[in-house]
């Protein structure tokens, strides 16, 4: 599956999942209530349990799956000048409306079943209307509006901290330390501190933040993931077989240089300057695992992370803007760019001086 895709089927994902769970709650609350008298009491249309669990599943599911998709496609970047607590309210009343419009069509189809008569028969809608001005209706707006809000606080949560992060929080992978061979990109922004004093703190600020949206594609599209911002440099990271898979880790490089070119027009006008980058890519063996008590994230620790910082900084000196390892040039699977022999260098604080190449597309 394309990584853009399966990406957004992920975020998809748990909304169905939260609001089934939800559904599944309130139909075993209305059946302890309701227990064998198999009438609702307030518009006493008929009930049947095993008919409520199913069309609360189909219901859930159905719902969940829309509010995914119109989230995710439509109103993920809506709202988002409002504060966190105004966005996820904004949001819960939208889609309570979406929801409200939805159980009116269940509600008129389970009441069809029911009570075997046409949708043409007064007494479908009768009892229908006196659910819908009843508390009973009321109540069940505010239960699916807690889950709404939970569903979108989730996937807050999850763009805050990332999918990855959350994913292993779930799962637990790295509650113990993990070993695993790994890509690291380290990629800064060229002259960053000069633009800095050119267009002022703020503006600049603004130009970071969509210099970094502008990468997000990319990452995804090449299976990589986000590690760190730091100040004006990403680090972006790979598992070794989806970073060399299609020359991913590399193809991410110039998949992002063509995506800021191609804005170059939006960037000068907005602040002046196209912002330029440099990177350096090394791969190899790092530990991972939790950390922190207070706040916990996950840390990678290794020589492969410090190594990749000094080639990228080696950027400069060789007036290059893409450096790489020979450890890693040597497990690239064929294609068709340009490496350029740099030499072999002492990175600052190893012993062991490392073969570099300069990396670059055919025209």
Not at 317 to 334: E, R, W
Not at 353 to 360: D, G, H, N, R
């Given at each position: 599956?394309d990584p853009k895709k399966e990406r957004l089927l992920l975020k998809i994902v748990p909304y169905p999942i939260i609001f089934l769970l939800g559904g599944l709650l309130y139909a075993n609350v209305e059946y ?234 939006n960037y000068l006008k907005k602040y002046g300057v196209v912002p330029g980058f440099k990177a350096g890519l090394h791969c190899g063996e790092v530990t991972r695992g939790q950390i922190g008590q207070i706040k ?68």
């Open positions: 599956m302890g209530l309701l227990g064998e008298s198999y009438v609702y009491p307030v518009s006493e249309a008929v009930y049947d349990p095993l008919n409520s669990v199913l069309s609360l599943t189909i219901m859930t599911i159905i719902l969940g799956l829309v509010l995914g998709i119109i989230e995710e496609s439509v109103f993920k970047n809506r709202f988002k000048e409002l504060p966190f607590v105004l966005k996820i309210l904004s949001k819960t009343l939208l889609y309570i409306s979406i929801f409200a419009i939805t159980l009116l069509g269940f509600s008129l189809a389970l009441n069809i079943v029911n009570t075997g008569k046409s949708i043409a028969d007064a007494e479908v809608y009768q009892t229908v209307f006196i659910f819908f001005s009843s508390y009973g209706f009321i109540s069940i707006i505010l239960f699916a509006g807690f889950f709404i809000g939970l569903s979108l606080f989730f996937t807050e949560i999850v763009d805050y901290l990332g999918l990855d992060i959350v994913g292993n929080f779930f799962s637990g992978t790295y509650s113990k330390p993990v070993y695993e061979s790994r890509i690291f990109m380290f990629l800064d922004m060229k002259d960053s501190t000069t633009i800095a004093e050119k267009i002022g703190h703020k503006k600049h600020y603004q130009l970071i933040n969509e210099y970094y949206s502008d990468m997000t594609e990319a990452i995804v599209q090449t299976e990589g993931s986000i590690y760190q911002y730091v100040g004006d440099e990403i680090v972006v990271s790979w598992k070794l077989d989806k970073g060399l898979r299609n020359w991913n880790c590399l193809k991410c490089f110039f998949l992002i240089e063509n995506g800021i070119q191609r804005r170059s027009e916990r994230d996950l840390l990678y620790t290794g020589d492969v992370l410090n190594s990749t910082a000094r080639i990228q900084g080696l950027c400069n000196h060789l007036g290059v803007n893409l450096l790489i390892s020979g450890q890693l040039k040597k497990l690239l699977p064929k294609n068709n760019l340009n490496f350029k022999p740099m030499g072999a260098y002492e990175l600052r604080g190893r012993l062991k001086k490392k073969e570099l190449f300069a990396v670059s597309e055919n025209n």
